[in-house]
Structure formats: C-alpha cells, structure tokens
C-alpha cells in the first residue's frame, strides 16, 4: 500500500494542476485524452516496468536496468539525465503549494512566495532523511487526504449534472489536429512516471512482486482522479470553462458546492503538493546516491545516515537544488520537464526491448 501511494504521487497526486488543459484544448478533447492516455501510454509502460523490475529488483531501478542492457556509459547518463530532470519535476510541487495557498492569501509578494517554498522542502525533506518507512506511511495518509476532496467534489458535482460534459469536442479556434499534438504532449506529462518509484527498489519488501502490484493498483486511481472530477465540473455548467487556469480547482469546486467545498478541495491541493514532493524527493534522490555508489559521482554523495540509514547527504543536495528552481513558475517548470523525461524514458523502453532480444533466457518472475 505504500508503495501505491509513491507510485500515485510519483505519477499523479490527484487533478490538481490540470485544469488548464481544459480551455487549451476543449473539453471533448480533453476527456478523451484523459481516456485513452492511460490505455495506450501508461499501461504499456507499467507493463515494461513491472517486468524489468521482477528480472532485476535492485536499488536504482532503471539506472541498473539500462547499465545491464547499453553498459555503464548509458546507465549513467540515464541517471544523471533523470536527476536534472527532478530538479525541474520536483521544483514543480512548491510552486504549485505556493499556487494553492494564494486561494485564502491572493496578495501574497514573491519574497513571501518563495519563503514559504523553502519552508516546504525543509519539512519534508527532513521526513525524508528520518526514513524510508514514515516517509511510505505518510505517502498514504496524503494520498487518502488529498482524494477524499476529490471524491466530494465528484458527489457533489453528479448530484447537479445537466450538461454533457464534452461539448463542445475542441476549443474555439482550435483544430483537432493541432489540439490533438498538443494535449496529448500535456496530457502525458500528466501520466508520466511509472519508472521513477523503482529507484528505491532496493527499499521494498518482496521487490519483484510489489512493484507490480502497486503500478497496477495505482493505475485506475490516478485514471479517475483525472477524468471524474473533470467530467464532473463540467456536466454542471456552473463554471465558464473557457477561463479556467492552473490552480483553479478550488475556486471551480465552490461554484460548484459552496464555500466548504472550495476549501475542502484547497486543502486537498495543498495536502497533494506534500505527497508529491515527499515522494519525487524519496524516489530522485536515490539516482545520486546509485550513481555514487557505483563510482560515477563524488563518493560523498554514497553516505548512509548511521541512525537513520538513509543517503542523507544525496536527500539534502537533491532539496537544496529543488529549493533553487521553486523560483520559476509552474508553466515554465512542466515545458523543461516534459523534454528531459522523454529522453530517459526512451532509453528505458528501449533497454527492455534489448534485454527481451538479448537476454530471452533472463529469469523475469513476471512477463
């Protein structure tokens, strides 16, 4: 179960942060995409993951996964490409906590911004160095808090349909092809990162068995806490969907169900943006320390908190530059970070295409 909860943090942490896709696209197109992605894009890839992770359960992941497949240069730039891509993927989560607070502060100056940001990852990155364990139990006890606003707003929402949600198909001045490019881009993102949790494969109980079933068991609810509220909101037609934006959801939750709702989905947001953090900086923080470990990054990097037994020094360096890049704004984050994951997840996918060829014999406890 906790393993789920990283893997649902890891990949999702709920709805919160997507509701600009819907004016961009429309939100026929946007339904659809939120359908069909996970069928043909998520799936295939926690089916490549699990696999991989049953033949080598080991910390590092997709790190040991493409060193076993290209060798040590590609299994390093892997992990050296994924690491700077959390600098911006995990940056994202401050500022979208600091994007939600301004629901009960909206004057709040940049310093002030940027204040509580630091404040944020200095919280939770200490949880991080205190454990493997508190950090997975804390994983689902925001996971269930940041969900349970959701499901209300669903509830709540359904009771008052009247609209059919996905009218109209594209938005205005939009075509579906170019809609179609762009949304699926966004919409990707948006169900990437089925890989990153098996960085700390070496940390889970029954490795090969687990992480399957957590994937699995994240799957369909990260799917619906993406398609249901959506749907849901806009079947109303309380709310112009045309002006919504990045960090909307508790002001279209309000017009939806009054002011309790509003907030109770505020403080979902809110409670999403630790999960997330807490467990990107969790799964990210082992790329150093594997890559250190290994002889390919400074050996200080490789250090073990002697009480705790956690890579502390590789959980603090990994905050530190986190804390850096909270200073960007959201939009700009999600363009940087789309491009970077690309890239290491195509060599992922093709690691495991070339160790089915080369290595058929491998012992995979799951196919």
Not at 65 to 93: E, L, M, N
Not at 194 to 210: I, M, N, Q, S, V
Not at 215 to 221: D, I, K, T
Not at 327 to 340: A, D, G, H, M, P
Request: charged letters at 10%; proline letters at 7%; glycine letters at 8%.
């Amino acid at each position: 179960m906790a393993l789920a909860a990283v893997v649902f943090f890891n990949v999702s942490g709920g709805p919160y942060g997507i509701e600009d896709a819907v004016p961009a696209f429309g939100p026929g197109l946007t339904l659809l995409l939120l359908a069909l992605t996970p069928l043909f894009w998520s799936l295939p890839v926690s089916l490549a993951m699990a696999e991989l992770a049953g033949a080598m359960p080991d910390e590092g992941g997709y790190v040991t996964w493409v060193r076993r497949a290209f060798g040590p240069f590609w299994g390093f730039q892997v992990g050296w490409w994924s690491w700077i891509d959390s600098f911006v993927d995990v940056a994202v989560y401050p500022a979208l906590f600091v994007e939600y607070l301004k629901f009960w502060y909206p004057t709040m100056t940049p310093l002030e911004r940027w204040t509580l940001a630091v404040a944020f990852i200095a919280v939770l990155t200490a949880l991080n160095v205190v454990g493997v364990r508190p950090t997975g139990r804390a994983a689902v006890a925001l996971s269930i808090l940041a969900l349970l606003p959701i499901a209300l707003l669903v509830v709540v929402a359904l009771a008052t349909a009247s609209h059919a949600p996905w009218r109209p198909l594209v938005a205005p001045g939009q075509t579906l092809g170019t809609g179609l490019g762009v949304g699926l881009a966004v919409v990707m993102w948006n169900y990437s990162g089925w890989d990153t949790p098996a960085t700390c494969l070496g940390e889970t109980k029954a490795p090969e068995h687990a992480f399957r079933r957590a994937l699995f068991m994240a799957l369909p609810v990260v799917a619906g806490a993406y398609l249901f509220p959506i749907g849901a909101i806009l079947a109303t037609g309380a709310t112009d969907w045309s002006t919504w934006d990045t960090g909307a959801l508790p002001a279209l939750a309000r017009a939806v169900g009054g002011d309790w709702l509003g907030h109770a989905v505020a403080a979902g947001a809110v409670v999403s943006a630790a999960g997330l953090f807490l467990t990107l900086l969790l799964t990210n923080s082992r790329l150093p320390y594997v890559l250190a470990r290994d002889g390919l990054m400074p050996a200080g990097l490789a250090a073990v908190h002697p009480r705790f037994g956690t890579p502390w020094v590789a959980v603090g360096l990994s905050a530190a530059l986190y804390a850096a890049f909270a200073v960007f704004s959201f939009k700009e984050l999600i363009v940087l970070n789309v491009w970077l994951y690309s890239l290491s997840l195509l060599v992922e996918l093709a690691a495991f295409v070339r160790l089915r060829v080369r290595e058929p014999e491998m012992a995979r406890p799951w196919r």
